[in-house]
Each structure stands twice: as C-alpha cells, then as structure tokens.
C-alpha cells in the first residue's frame, strides 16, 4: 500500500537513477570469471556473459576497445580478467560490464569440470560408435507436448 510520502518512479526515471548511480560507484573495476557465450557480432563489438559458480555478468567490448586489446581471440570457457566499468543498459534495465580490456587467466573452473566429466565418460566407452543405435528411416511414434500456462 503506497502512502502520500512514497515517491513512485517511471520506469525510464528509476533505470537512469540506477545508470547514474552504479556507473558513479563503479567506474573502474577488475572481474575475474570464465567466458560464456562469446559473440563477436558484424559490428565488431564482443559480447558474452561472464560466469563463476555463484553468479553472471553480461559483458560489453566496443570494437575501439577490442581493436586496443591485446586479446586477439575469446572462447567459451577461458577463465579471463575484465577490466571496465560497470553500467546499465536503461532500453533493458539490465546491468552490464563495459569491457576496457580482458586479460586471458586460463581455462574455467566450469569448463575444466566438463572436460574432466567428458573424459570420464569416455573412459566408460559411452561415446563409442558400437554403442549408437541407428536412426531409423521412419519414427515408429510421434509424441506433442502442450503446456495449458507455458511458453
């Protein structure tokens, strides 16, 4: 329930409150997390998603940026440092890092824990051709799956 001292915010007002006051705090920051989703797009801006276990960060390298970078190449997985400072896309409301530079560290605590858990199961033969069942030429059943709320 609002009261007459409650102040309500437009959406546009609140997200640049929100732009002016995280880009003040965090002009300059150092994130360490693995690579995610790696898109260098035409316009020649980098755009992924940096990750450790407990949280994500979407990323932003402007093709100035990029073109400065030592980084010649970002793959998904590569643990790497950003440098850059934090903002907020107000069109979206969402938070993301402007990337100044990226420093690669290595590979990622979750992509070595999925290499570690390919190779086991191939240690186990579950990757070997003689156990691929053939497809068939056509399927012996169709099966629709509907959802009454879902998308």
């Known amino acids: 329930m609002l ?15 929100l732009k002016m006051t995280l880009e003040g705090q ?3 920051v150092a994130v360490l997390g693995e690579a995610s989703g790696v ?5 020649g801006h980098l ?6 276990a407990g949280g994500a ?22 643990q790497v440092v950003v440098r850059g400072m934090v ?3 107000p069109l979206r409301g969402e938070m993301q890092v402007i ?4 420093r690669l560290q290595g590979v990622g605590d979750i992509y070595a824990a999925l290499e570690k ?10 990757f070997d051709a003689q156990r691929k069942k053939a497809l068939p030429l056509l399927p012996g059943r169709i099966g629709v799956v509907t959802s009454p709320t879902g998308a």
């Open 87 to 89: 903002s907020v896309y």
């Open 39 to 43: 898109v260098l797009a035409g316009s």
């Open 57 to 78: 960060l979407k990323v932003a390298m402007f093709r100035g940026a990029l073109q400065r970078s030592t980084l010649k190449r970002l793959e998904n997985g590569q």
């Open 26 to 28: 965090f002009a300059a």
């Open 3 to 17: 009261t007459s001292e409650e102040k309500i915010y437009k959406v546009s007002e609140l997200t640049q409150l």
């Open 47 to 52: 755009y992924f998603t940096l990750k450790d």
């Open 117 to 126: 858990l390919k190779r086991a199961y191939q240690e186990k033969g579950y």
């Open 99 to 102: 990337a100044s530079d990226i």
